[in-house]
């Protein structure tokens, strides 16, 4: 496997890394991003440059692409100097970006006219997670060519599981991002109170990751807050985006999700004070800005 080419699409906070790791693991890597400039040090360490998707795609026996939502994905796969220009009848494209599973379906349906595999194979664990390696990574599609790219994607993640049929691993990452994001929010609430009580910040975030309140979140997240780092492990923006996919299929599903509402009201008003591009860390300053609001209870 390893002797086979791969083109890799969108070298941002999380394609960096990812492409990093198969690099590391032995695999030719040829990489696009719409920035050059933020591939400079994947060339640095062996990667090579295509000037776009097609070129990415041509001679490739796989294609990753990791970016921000459906139009990108979309463009990249099947737009003009897009993978489907030179994508050989054998490709496998997996796209490892957070999209519609409806549209992901649609653009699967379309690859497969010239014989291409489309796997969909959004990843959870974020920033740090794609530095280490250590991504869950989900997939749909069909079997075997899952099992085809495995080896591939057991250099970028720790837990590689077959969801389903395609749109399947889309739907799984959406139903991750619903837990995800009550965990964050749980993070900045607990917080904001212990702020406004009083509390010693440091002391109560040690203490509350030790016990039953302790999750990843809390432990990386809940350290920022503290160290007043809101610099972003995953931006506003693109969780915003995350949950307007959730809200879209929770609709269609009827299914109610008050809490993800909430959220992504929140979230709301973090972009609207111009901090989109801050981690969802965040969050803490729109719940604690609400309490330094509030006159106290006499």
């Known amino acids: 496997m390893t002797a086979q080419r791969i083109g890799f699409i969108g070298t941002g906070i999380m394609g960096k890394p990812m492409a990093h790791n198969l690099l590391r693991a032995g695999f030719a890597v040829t990489v696009h991003n719409r920035t050059k400039a933020k591939a400079t040090e994947l060339l640095s360490v062996g990667a090579q440059w295509a000037d776009s998707p097609a070129a990415a795609a041509r001679g490739a026996a796989v294609v990753i692409t990791c ?17 489907i220009e030179t994508a050989s009848d054998s490709l496998v494209c997996v796209d490892m970006s957070t999209i519609s599973p409806a549209a992901t379906q649609r653009m699967g349906a379309e690859l497969a006219k010239k014989g291409v595999t489309l796997l969909d194979a959004p990843v959870s664990g974020g920033q740090i997670g794609a530095i280490e390696g250590k991504l869950s990574i989900m997939m749909g599609g069909p079997k075997e060519a899952v099992e085809k790219v495995r080896p591939i994607m057991e250099a970028m993640g720790k837990s590689v599981t077959h969801c389903g049929a395609l749109g399947c691993g889309q739907m799984t990452k959406l139903a991750n991002q619903v837990m995800v994001i009550h965990t964050i929010m749980s993070v900045a609430a607990g917080l904001a ?55 879209e299929c929770a609709g269609q599903l009827h299914q109610p999700l008050p809490g993800v509402a909430l959220a992504k009201e929140l979230l709301s008003v973090l972009q609207a004070q111009g901090r989109g591009r801050d981690g969802t860390q965040a969050l803490f300053d729109v719940i604690r800005q609400l309490g330094d609001q509030a006159e106290p209870t006499r």
């Open 67 to 83: 970016l921000p939502d459906t139009p990108d994905v979309q463009q990249v796969l099947l737009g003009d100097k897009g993978v």
């Open 193 to 247: 109170f212990a702020r406004k009580a009083g509390l010693d910040m440091e002391t109560t975030w040690k203490v509350t990751s030790a016990g039953a309140a302790g999750s990843h979140s809390l432990k990386v997240l809940g350290r920022k807050i503290i160290d007043g780092d809101f610099r972003p492990a995953f931006m506003v923006d693109l969780q915003l985006k995350d949950l307007r996919l959730v809200m």
